[in-house]
């Protein structure tokens, strides 16, 4: 899976032979636990919801809420590259994201609210700023940060300016 997760997280128009040399192994094995490139891509896309997920939920847990909603929201862009690939192949492969991956991404969405709820108490970020923009703007910065192939100090000039409009007006 970890191959299969670098390989289509780099391009979204790798192959199974990609991820079978990569991971060592041989074709067959792939196929023989993923029938098609697609259930093997909705699985790949799976784990990366699932994870995303778990540190939000890792996050929640923190002392400090407002650093861990920022903390989250630079890992989810910086990340974003090659989460969008592996969902872009999934689209090339004439697929939609399967039940797992659409409750993962749930779950995952579910997570970041929490974080932005325990911010919003802690006064990190502004109280006015609700679940639907502030998803909007995770995902405008991560989609735009990956088409315009920002690099990392540009992403993060970029953070910056979103992170002051969400910050509590003083």
Excluded at 61 to 73: V, W
Excluded at 117 to 135: F, I, N, S
């Amino acid at each position: 899976m970890t191959a299969a997760d670098d390989v289509f997280g780099q391009s979204p128009g790798a192959s199974t032979d990609d991820v079978a040399r990569l991971a060592g192994v041989g074709i067959a094995t792939v196929f023989r636990h993923f029938a098609t490139k697609t259930e093997l891509l909705e699985a790949v896309l799976t784990l990366r919801l699932e994870r995303i997920r778990d540190r939000a939920l890792e996050l929640a847990g923190s002392d400090d809420p407002g650093p861990a909603f920022f903390e989250f929201f630079t890992q989810v862009v910086s990340e974003s590259a090659s989460k969008l690939a592996i969902a872009e192949a999934l689209t090339a492969a004439g697929a939609a994201a399967g039940e797992e991956a659409r409750e993962a991404g749930r779950g995952m969405r579910e997570a970041f609210s929490g974080l932005l709820t325990a911010a919003q108490k802690a006064g990190a970020v502004r109280a006015d700023a609700e679940m639907p923009e502030v998803y909007a703007l995770l995902i405008g910065a991560s989609r735009g940060a990956t088409a315009a192939k920002l690099d990392p100090e540009t992403r993060d000039r970029m953070l910056a300016l979103i992170y002051d409009g969400l910050k509590p007006r003083r």
